[in-house]
């Protein structure tokens, strides 16, 4: 989700939802701590360079169990934070305290924020010869059929 759809989706909610990948909800009294422009300039195993920007919004949980964050607070948090997004259109990434910190994708459905899991993937599987999935499956069930000639 694109920063400017985060920033739109606040204002058609009454109150804000995150549900993590595993269904259940960041607990209501979080807090938004940080709002910020990460920028990462990373080579791959290709030698291709890479120039990624992203809005990373860290939610944090304390004690105090009776605050909440209105959906307006969070939108004046964005609107504040102008001077660091700079004009930017980033895709949204939030970080959350599980085991370690962990960060996730944002995706809206039926008036909630879905924490959505991220991955690591390789950037230049052409130049590293990874064989898609789909190749491997075929090759191990081709190979070991009546008469396939493995056995």
């Known amino acids: ?69 209105k959906p307006s607070m969070a939108g004046r948090i964005i609107d504040a934070s102008h001077r660091v997004f700079d004009g930017e259109d980033p895709e949204v990434e939030i970080e959350y305290q599980m085991d370690t910190v962990s960060k996730f994708g944002l995706e809206f459905d039926e008036g909630r924020f879905r924490l959505t899991p991220t991955y690591t993937d390789c950037l230049a599987k052409e130049s590293c010869d990874v064989a898609p999935a789909s190749a491997i499956a075929e090759e191990v069930q081709g190979c070991c059929t009546p008469g396939g000639g493995c056995c």
Do not use: N, Y
Request: proline letters at 4%; aromatic letters at 8%.
């Open 1 to 69: 989700m694109k920063l400017s759809d985060f920033r739109q989706h606040l204002d058609s909610v009454d109150r804000l939802t995150f549900i993590l990948p595993d269904g259940t909800s960041v607990p209501p009294h979080f807090h938004i701590t940080e709002a910020g422009l990460l920028t990462k300039h990373f080579i791959d195993c290709g030698k291709t360079i890479h120039l990624k920007k992203t809005a990373v919004f860290q939610l944090w949980s304390a004690d105090d169990t009776h605050h909440r964050l």
